[in-house]
């Protein structure tokens, strides 16, 4: 354990599913993976913002099991290889997530390390100014606990506001009152007011004051919460919390647990151009790509239209004679809404659960940890898909009771186990895997694997695996 005054934890809350962001954001791949803006994930994004703070450890990260290669890959991609990556067993809102976490930070770091709670999935354009703005909390926080208020822009009624009393230094204020999302009235009142804030979901404290705030408001959460982390178990590089406790915390927001009802919070402001990406909408304040104030992303022609925002991923989309609406297109799946009903998109999400859609929940993309596959075809007793597989990866060693498989390598080299039999594949090669054989598919190589996968069979879901051998220690 380091103790040291300077310490200080980003911990970077990448739990969320971003349900208005369909049909790009899903279950299995939601909007903190997303390369929304620029040439980053917003998960990645605000990693590399949190290790630029002046002293900062290595960040933390807390995501949902199924993710947890997903987070591996994107924080190594983008140069962090020190991240420590601990595993929610079920999800449980943010308050049991910062109880975890900060219990963590007492413990490898010290009761006064200073944490920092951060959503992975907003997004911050001006870095000078949110290191200012942190660098303010950091030195309020003594016995604090510090939100960071964010300048509101616009009578927004999809965020949450706080309201702020007297000041107590230069941008830092106490806070009278947390307020619920608004109506529009009462939105565009707090705007003409002032001294209202919108609600960021940033925190940042001392270990030891946060706990001792958790133990005196939320003492079954505090210590489900120390036993959830106390007998976590080591799996690879992620920590696994214990399932029995974590699971028996009651669900609920940070906000709600400890924020509103303690009297040690206080407000710095952050003005740093902060969105929460939370729905659509957020292409609204993108800058215009033509003279029609059209914002145009991906493969767009548009035709006396204006005001649109359009994402195509996988092919052409035609706009002609229509005025402020919102096109997403992706391989599976086309939205198409207006900006002002940009925030409903989760009720179709909602139908499509209901329905057990997979496009509810599986990108066309599907990320595993040896690489990704996305189906390029499928019809009545076939399936045809691209796989790559990272350098150094390989599949587990499986085989299927209802399917015969073709690979057909169109990029690097391939060794590939059937049965007792392994053979190297280069380039147009190809083999068969009958069905009921033993195989493995793995890249030897330093490029990645790209090969095509012709399945054939009665049935072709993910489920018709059954692993002898994974690296990765998948059930």
Known sequence: MTHSTHNILPVLLAGGSGTRLWPLSREHYPKQFLTLLGERSLLQDTALRAQAIPGALPPLVICNEQHRFIV??????????????????????????????????????GPDTQVFLMAADHAIAEQAAFQRAVAAARAAAHGRIVTFGITPTRPETGYGYLQTGRPLGDKLFEVVRFVEKPDASTAQRYLDTGGYYWNGGMFLFDAATFLAELQRLEPEMHRLSGEALAQAQCDLDFVRLATTPFAACRSESIDYAVMEKTDRIALVVLDAGWDDVGSWRFLVDLPADDADGNVLQGDVMVERAHNNRVH???????????????????????????????????????????????????????????????????????????ICVNPGHKLSLQMHHHRAEHWVVVRGTARVTCEDTVTLLTENQSTYIPLGHRHRLENPGTIPLEVIEVQSGAYLGEDDIVRFDDLYKRK
């Open 72 to 109: 591996a890959e994107q924080l190594r991609q983008a140069g962090i290889g020190n991240a420590r990556i601990l595993l929610e067993p079920t999800a449980r809102n943010t308050a049991p997530a910062a109880a975890v976490a900060t219990h963590f930070a007492a413990r490898e770091y």
């Open 312 to 386: 195509a991923s996988s092919r052409l989309v035609a706009l002609v004679g229509v005025s402020d609406h919102i096109v997403v297109e992706t391989a599976d799946a086309v939205l198409v809404t207006t900006q002002h009903e940009a925030q409903n998109v989760k009720a179709i999400v909602q139908r499509l659960k209901q329905a057990g859609r997979k496009e509810a929940d599986d990108p066309p993309r599907c990320y595993r940890p040896w690489g990704w596959y996305e189906t390029i075809s499928s019809g009545e007793r076939f399936q045809v898909k691209r």
